[in-house]
């Protein structure tokens, strides 16, 4: 069989042969070129030095184990190259792994098997139809939380962004895809006696989680930028806390240490006079479990506010797994702990601090975000900016 075959005026065929295997079957690999160089074509010797380099290669490839049959590749063998080729050195450790579960789960059972050019924008549409009518079904086996369908989107997109990039295909499908509809539902905060609950709570606490939870509640700090704080941070002379950057973490990575995303979440925040207390006698209580592990510490420099053994930060995990027990324990009502974030953002509002300082403390990239997210907070502003004229009219009586 000769190894290169024209098939038309511009396409040849080209096979390797790897010899017999197993069963005794010849194993070849081909490919399919298409030349589109009028210039080239016409010319005969320079033809058959291209096409004898381009046979090369691809026999190069072949015999070197790297060679992939891109005409057809299934979407699951791409998201492997996808993972071993982008994601891993482009994405964050805790992206790449929620990226790969919802893809596991969702996408791959859909359209896994099929090859990538023959995935189109109604099948994706099809994906989000089924994942949102699930998703309104409610509590149900093998329900989305409604913000976890956008992650599926947001994986399968990147997927084909990167086979558009490397032309595999010459569309992106997922970029006719709209993001699925999602109601907000109400934000889920602590009253103001269920706050007093939890910080006589806190008392009996280990000191570790005790700063951490009081630090969430008063500052409104996200779970990362808390995490990822360390002493040089914090300035209690000044008393003043920098947020510089955030911790994530994966099941597979220890931890990884980011700049905060937007310009905004680059913040200072001031401190109140009692948390500056209780911050100076937790650096104490510090310093001496960094001395009792003396050689033991495994950070070098780095000194994180909240440690687990040998100085390691804590994890999201082990944050989150603590919390559901201490609120259990405690018998206080349910909240995610990101819902201490919002606690504190709603009792500033509602102790009168402007709208746009409360922006600023949280870290939003505009006074937008907060007023959609924190509407709820504003009713009662509204009605008590109405209720200021009232004194203009002291002989009008209300029922």
Same mark, same amino acid.
């Given at each position: 069989?000769?190894?290169?075959?024209?098939?038309?005026?511009n396409?040849?065929?080209?096979?390797?042969?790897?010899?017999?295997?197993?069963?005794?079957?010849?194993?070849?690999?081909?490919?399919?070129?298409?030349?589109?160089?009028?210039?080239?074509?016409?010319?005969?010797?320079?033809?058959?030095?291209?096409? $004898? $380099?381009?046979?090369?290669?691809?026999?190069?490839?072949?015999?070197?184990?790297?060679?992939?049959?891109?005409?057809?590749?299934?979407? *699951?063998?791409?998201?492997?190259?996808?993972?071993?080729?982008?994601?891993?050195?482009?994405?964050?450790? +805790? =992206? /790449?792994?929620?990226?790969?579960?919802?893809?596991?789960?969702?996408?791959?059972?859909?359209?896994?098997?099929?090859?990538? #050019?023959?995935?189109?924008?109604?099948?994706?549409?099809?994906?989000?139809?089924?994942?949102?009518?699930?998703?309104?079904?409610?509590?149900?086996?093998? =329900?989305?939380a409604?913000?976890? @369908?956008?992650?599926?989107?947001?994986?399968?997109?990147?997927?084909?962004?990167?086979?558009?990039?490397?032309?595999l295909?010459?569309?992106?499908?997922?970029? +006719?895809?709209?993001?699925?509809?999602?109601?907000?539902?109400e934000?889920?905060?602590?009253? $103001?006696?269920?706050?007093?609950? /939890?910080?006589?709570?806190?008392?009996?606490?280990?000191?570790?989680?005790?700063?951490?939870?009081?630090?969430?509640?008063?500052? #409104?700090?996200?779970?990362?930028?808390?995490?990822?704080?360390e002493?040089?941070?914090?300035?209690?002379?000044?008393?003043?806390l920098?947020?510089?950057?955030?911790?994530?973490?994966?099941?597979?990575?220890?931890?990884?240490?980011?700049?905060?995303?937007t310009?905004?979440?680059?913040?200072?925040?001031s401190?109140?006079?009692?948390?500056?207390?209780?911050?100076?006698?937790?650096?104490?209580?510090?310093?001496?479990?960094? *001395?009792l592990?003396?050689?033991?510490?495994?950070? #070098?420099?780095?000194?994180?506010?909240?440690?687990?053994?040998?100085?390691?930060?804590?994890?999201?995990y082990?944050?989150?797994?603590?919390?559901?027990?201490? *609120?259990?324990?405690?018998?206080?009502?349910?909240?995610?702990?990101? $819902?201490?974030?919002?606690?504190?953002?709603?009792?500033?509002?509602?102790?009168?601090?402007? @709208?746009?300082?409360?922006?600023?403390?949280l870290?939003?990239?505009?006074?937008?975000?907060?007023?959609?997210?924190?509407?709820? =907070?504003?009713?009662?502003?509204?009605?008590a900016?109405?209720?200021?004229?009232?004194?203009?009219?002291?002989? @009008?009586?209300?029922?």
């Amino acid at each position: 069989m000769a190894n290169i075959q024209k098939r038309s005026e511009n396409a040849w065929f080209f096979t390797v042969s790897l010899g017999k295997g197993a069963n005794g079957k010849y194993i070849r690999k081909t490919k399919t070129i298409t030349i589109e160089d009028n210039a080239l074509l016409k010319t005969k010797k320079k033809l058959q030095d291209y096409l $004898d $380099d381009e046979y090369a290669n691809f026999r190069q490839e072949v015999l070197s184990g790297e060679y992939i049959a891109l005409d057809k590749m299934t979407f *699951l063998a791409f998201v492997e190259e996808w993972e071993k080729k982008y994601a891993i050195k482009h994405l964050k450790p +805790g =992206t /790449l792994e929620i990226y790969l579960i919802h893809l596991k789960n969702r996408a791959i059972p859909s359209f896994g098997h099929s090859r990538l #050019g023959d995935i189109k924008t109604m099948h994706i549409i099809n994906l989000m139809d089924e994942l949102t009518r699930a998703e309104k079904m409610g509590a149900t086996k093998g =329900t989305l939380a409604a913000g976890t @369908i956008h992650y599926v989107l947001r994986a399968v997109r990147s997927v084909f962004t990167r086979a558009v990039e490397w032309k595999l295909i010459k569309s992106n499908p997922a970029d +006719g895809v709209k993001k699925p509809k999602i109601d907000r539902t109400e934000i889920n905060v602590y009253a $103001d006696e269920e706050i007093k609950l /939890l910080l006589t709570a806190l008392e009996n606490a280990a000191p570790h989680w005790r700063m951490m939870i009081t630090l969430a509640l008063t500052t #409104g700090l996200r779970k990362g930028e808390l995490l990822g704080l360390e002493w040089k941070h914090i300035d209690l002379v000044k008393g003043t806390l920098s947020v510089e950057q955030s911790l994530s973490s994966s099941k597979k990575n220890r931890y990884l240490i980011s700049e905060p995303k937007t310009k905004s979440s680059r913040r200072s925040l001031s401190l109140s006079a009692p948390i500056i207390s209780k911050l100076k006698e937790y650096k104490i209580y510090c310093n001496k479990e960094r *001395l009792l592990i003396s050689n033991l510490w495994e950070e #070098g420099k780095r000194f994180f506010i909240f440690t687990a053994i040998s100085g390691k930060p804590l994890s999201p995990y082990s944050l989150d797994s603590y919390w559901k027990k201490f *609120l259990i324990k405690h018998e206080l009502r349910h909240i995610r702990f990101h $819902d201490l974030r919002h606690t504190a953002a709603t009792w500033m509002l509602n102790k009168g601090v402007n @709208i746009k300082n409360v922006s600023d403390i949280l870290g939003h990239a505009n006074i937008t975000t907060t007023l959609n997210l924190y509407a709820h =907070t504003q009713k009662a502003d509204k009605q008590a900016a109405a209720d200021t004229f009232d004194s203009l009219f002291p002989q @009008i009586k209300t029922n």
